[in-house]
């Protein structure tokens, strides 16, 4: 299986920080990599998908980068709203991991 | 608008079998799956497995493989998961999810199930 590890497990920020979050695949995965987010009680949203596409209606403070091993979610001005954990997901191959998740706080 | 809208919370003994529903809406139903994706108390995220609502083919996580069955009814475009032999650790949310294109993106979420394991 391939293995998703985000870094760090936790962070806390200032409103208007920007925040990044790295995911590292155990395998190069190409750009198969989607972002969620998850608040307590709710669904996850998706926020990026294919490493570096912004889903519709998603703010654009959320950007994806990367590709092969080595992919990054960055806010660039964190609000409020943002708390949350942060999950990457490899779907280059089954079963479709999911990283650790990335506790933010304000 | 897509929905995804789940069966309500289940309460079951160690053993027994729990089968959650998934009744999509609002889109084609033959030309997207759904995925299966669950999170235990204090846990993150867990990918199940995925279902074609094209064919009925379906990819099971190793780790629930001779334990859980997908199966969809086109007719009533519903998807369900059954998990058998359930264990304590088996408590969690479940959520079914449509699964878009090759890079298989769980773009619409169900509400999510409760199924807690019991005695």
């Known amino acids: 299986d391939i293995q998703m590890t985000q870094s760090p497990s936790s962070l806390s920020a200032s409103v208007g920080d920007r925040v990044t979050i790295t995911c590292r695949a155990s395998?190069?995965?190409?750009?198969?990599v989607n972002w969620f987010q998850k608040k307590p009680g709710k669904a996850p949203k998706l926020l990026i998908y294919?490493?570096?596409n912004l889903q519709s209606g998603v703010r654009s403070r959320f950007s994806g980068s990367g590709s092969g091993t080595d992919f990054t979610l960055t806010i660039s001005s964190l609000q409020p709203e943002d708390i949350a954990t942060y999950y990457c997901q490899q779907t280059y191959t089954a079963p479709r991991t999911f990283g650790q998740g990335t506790r933010v706080e304000i | 608008q897509v929905q995804l809208v789940q069966s309500g919370a289940e309460v079951k003994e160690p053993g027994a079998s729990v089968k959650v529903s998934c009744k999509a809406s609002g889109y084609s139903f033959a030309n997207y799956g759904l995925s299966w994706v669950r999170q235990a108390p204090g846990q993150g995220l867990e990918w199940l497995g995925w279902i074609s609502g094209y064919n009925g083919n379906t990819i099971y996580g190793q780790r629930y493989r001779g334990r859980v069955t997908m199966t969809t009814d086109t007719s009533t475009t519903t998807a369900n998961m059954e998990l058998r032999s359930l264990r304590f650790d088996d408590t969690a949310i479940y959520f079914c999810?449509?699964?878009?294109?090759?890079?298989?993106?769980?773009?619409?979420w169900g509400q999510g199930t409760l199924v807690t394991v019991s005695s």
């Open positions: 294919a490493a570096s």
């Open positions: 999810a449509r699964d878009s294109g090759i890079y298989h993106v769980l773009d619409n």
């Open positions: 395998q190069s995965i190409s750009n198969y």
